[in-house]
């Protein structure tokens, strides 16, 4: 990947490489975080990834399956499940909203690229509400879709241009939007901190924000890499949030933040940003994101953490072979416990979790599992 903004700026040129940890929203808070470390004795042991979350007592795996043909791209695409036969499948590569009922084992297509209305574009997340789904995507355009019946259908949109969402969770009639005031993170000014989440009322308005975004010093290049991730409700009053490119999640109570953990095996990604040029370029190491956070209940979640690896030097971008290594955590905060739930490296496989499903991939196909989870 490569990302070259052209300037005007005539001064020599000076590197800096992002993220600076200095910048990371509360990475000073050292009062507040707690490491979730993968080398602990709490560890899945190694074997079949599907075999390792179904063995950690707290998921237990139904034997009913489902298999599905692969039609979309699988590490791209965002599940939800709308309930234990109905999963909702978003590929924001194509922009295609996907329904998949288990009961008959039929694929259906619910929204295709483009500008009509009942079309999508730009969507990073979908969420349900009860029996409907909402499509959030970064110009701040908001589409709504009845599953009272299946296939779900589109019902209206809704449009609030404040704010440039990525990702949202929804808490009885109010919306919690992840994303960022662009005019607030350019202008942001010594020691103010800019928004990261924001209410928005019953009229789609924002009623109250809270949070806070990486230090872009005012180069809104910066802001894509280092803005997008995911947010959940923990229960009404608890959030979880987390950046893709940091090692942090973070955990608000009340629209303050409470605790934050840290994944200490994460490989902090370095991006060389030229002051010249402005253009920003991937810098050839080793580095981790985290792609997904998966609530099981009001004090447990999941959280995948993908770790890409030069296997095979080389001097440009194309000459270096990778691999990618997808690790799983358990995370109890109310005991502020954590458990390695095991990684993929030994399978050529990878696991999706939903509220109500495990989603495996097996090359050309998907197997898909119900689950529950262990009472407390």
Same mark, same amino acid.
């Given at each position: 990947?490569?990302?070259?903004?052209?300037?005007?700026?005539?001064?020599?040129?000076?590197?800096?490489? !992002?993220?600076?940890?200095?910048?990371?929203?509360?990475?000073?808070?050292?009062?507040?975080?707690?490491?979730?470390?993968?080398?602990?004795?709490?560890?899945?042991?190694?074997?079949?990834?599907?075999?390792?979350?179904?063995?950690?007592?707290?998921?237990?795996?139904?034997?009913? =399956?489902?298999?599905?043909?692969?039609?979309?791209?699988?590490?791209?695409?965002?599940?939800?499940?709308?309930?234990?036969?109905?999963?909702?499948?978003?590929?924001?590569?194509?922009?295609?909203?996907?329904?998949?009922?288990?009961?008959?084992?039929?694929?259906?297509?619910?929204?295709?690229?483009?500008?009509?209305?009942?079309?999508?574009?730009?969507?990073?997340?979908?969420?349900?509400?009860?029996?409907?789904?909402?499509?959030?995507?970064?110009?701040? =355009?908001?589409?709504?879709?009845?599953?009272?019946?299946?296939?779900?259908?589109?019902?209206?949109?809704?449009?609030?241009?404040?704010?440039?969402?990525?990702?949202?969770?929804?808490?009885?009639?109010?919306?919690?939007?992840?994303?960022?005031?662009?005019?607030?993170?350019?202008?942001?000014?010594?020691? =103010?901190?800019?928004?990261?989440? !924001?209410?928005?009322?019953?009229?789609?308005?924002?009623?109250?924000?809270?949070?806070?975004?990486?230090?872009?010093?005012?180069?809104?290049?910066?802001?894509?890499?280092?803005?997008?991730?995911?947010?959940? !409700?923990?229960?009404? #009053?608890?959030?979880?949030?987390?950046?893709?490119?940091?090692?942090?999640?973070?955990?608000?109570? #009340?629209?303050?933040?409470?605790?934050?953990?840290?994944?200490?095996?994460?490989?902090?990604?370095?991006?060389?940003?030229?002051?010249?040029?402005?253009?920003?370029?991937? +810098?050839?190491?080793?580095?981790?994101?985290?792609? !997904?956070?998966?609530?099981?209940?009001?004090?447990?979640?999941?959280?995948?953490?993908?770790?890409?690896?030069?296997?095979?030097?080389?001097?440009?971008?194309?000459?270096?072979?990778?691999?990618?290594?997808?690790?799983?955590?358990?995370?109890?905060?109310?005991?502020?416990?954590?458990?390695?739930?095991?990684?993929?490296?030994? =399978?050529?496989?990878?696991?999706?979790?939903?509220? +109500?499903?495990?989603?495996? +991939?097996?090359?050309?196909?998907?197997?898909?599992?119900?689950?529950?989870?262990?009472?407390?």
């Amino acid at each position: 990947m490569l990302i070259i903004v052209i300037g005007c700026n005539s001064e020599n040129p000076t590197f800096e490489y !992002h993220p600076i940890v200095e910048r990371i929203p509360y990475s000073s808070r050292e009062d507040l975080i707690l490491d979730i470390n993968k080398n602990s004795d709490t560890s899945a042991e190694t074997g079949r990834l599907i075999e390792s979350l179904s063995n950690s007592s707290v998921l237990f795996i139904e034997k009913s =399956e489902s298999t599905l043909e692969l039609l979309f791209d699988f590490q791209s695409s965002v599940f939800k499940s709308l309930n234990e036969s109905r999963i909702l499948i978003l590929d924001t590569r194509k922009q295609v909203i996907y329904e998949y009922n288990l009961t008959d084992e039929k694929l259906s297509v619910l929204a295709e690229q483009g500008r009509g209305p009942s079309e999508i574009r730009f969507v990073n997340d979908i969420v349900i509400d009860g029996d409907k789904l909402l499509t959030v995507n970064s110009i701040g =355009e908001y589409k709504v879709y009845d599953c009272s019946n299946t296939p779900c259908y589109y019902s209206k949109t809704y449009i609030n241009e404040d704010i440039r969402p990525y990702s949202a969770s929804i808490d009885n009639d109010r919306i919690l939007i992840m994303g960022y005031s662009e005019e607030d993170a350019i202008n942001r000014k010594n020691n =103010e901190k800019v928004a990261s989440l !924001h209410w928005l009322d019953s009229d789609r308005v924002v009623d109250y924000s809270f949070g806070d975004l990486y230090d872009i010093r005012g180069e809104w290049m910066l802001l894509r890499p280092f803005t997008s991730g995911g947010v959940n !409700h923990l229960t009404d #009053n608890m959030v979880v949030q987390y950046f893709r490119m940091f090692p942090y999640i973070y955990i608000y109570e #009340n629209e303050e933040i409470s605790k934050i953990y840290n994944v200490t095996n994460f490989l902090l990604s370095k991006l060389q940003f030229n002051n010249q040029s402005r253009s920003l370029r991937v +810098n050839l190491d080793n580095w981790s994101s985290i792609r !997904h956070l998966q609530v099981l209940d009001e004090s447990r979640f999941i959280i995948e953490v993908a770790n890409r690896i030069k296997v095979r030097e080389g001097k440009q971008l194309g000459d270096i072979d990778w691999k990618t290594i997808h690790d799983y955590y358990l995370i109890n905060y109310e005991k502020d416990y954590s458990y390695y739930l095991g990684n993929n490296d030994q =399978e050529n496989s990878l696991i999706k979790i939903t509220s +109500n499903h495990l989603i495996e +991939n097996r090359g050309d196909s998907l197997l898909v599992y119900n689950y529950k989870i262990e009472k407390r």
